[in-house]
């Protein structure tokens, strides 16, 4: 037995590499793809987050009912909340956290003030939380 594993350990040992090698690809591509998806997510997130601020600035400082629809909103916070979830944290929680504040200063956006201020506030760290989660793939 030990003579054949002898004659054989050339073969053995290839086999042994091309194993682990396929193993090692298989593993990489995963890695890989994983992170070529939280990427194009977390680039729609900014994406949509840049178009709820425009929605909120034109319905607070130019009273646009057309640009500035709030409720134009809700479609991009549900995009937003949909992305987050393939997305590793901080981005999830500071989504649920915007989601929050969206849902009890929506209506109060072209009026108020504070309102205003605690979504764009909300936005701003969502973008961060999003631009770290980005700067972490590298």
Do not use: C
């Not at 949909?82 to 956290?97: F, G, N, W, Y």
């Amino acid at each position: 037995m030990l003579k054949s594993i002898k004659q054989n350990a050339v073969a053995l040992i290839s086999l042994v590499v091309a194993v682990t090698a396929l193993g090692s690809s298989h593993w990489r591509d995963e890695v890989t793809d994983q992170n070529r998806n939280i990427r194009q997510a977390s680039f729609e997130i900014l994406k949509e987050l840049s178009s709820l601020q425009l929605i909120i600035d034109y319905a607070h400082y130019d009273k646009d009912e057309q640009k500035g629809n709030p409720i134009t909103g809700w479609g991009h916070i549900g995009l937003i909340n949909d992305l987050s979830t393939i997305i590793p944290e901080p981005t999830p929680s500071r989504v649920a956290k915007l989601n929050e504040v969206w849902q009890n200063e929506w209506q109060k956006v072209r009026d108020d003030v504070e309102s205003n201020q605690k979504i764009s506030e909300e936005i701003k760290k969502t973008r961060a939380a999003v631009l770290e989660t980005i700067a972490d793939l590298i």
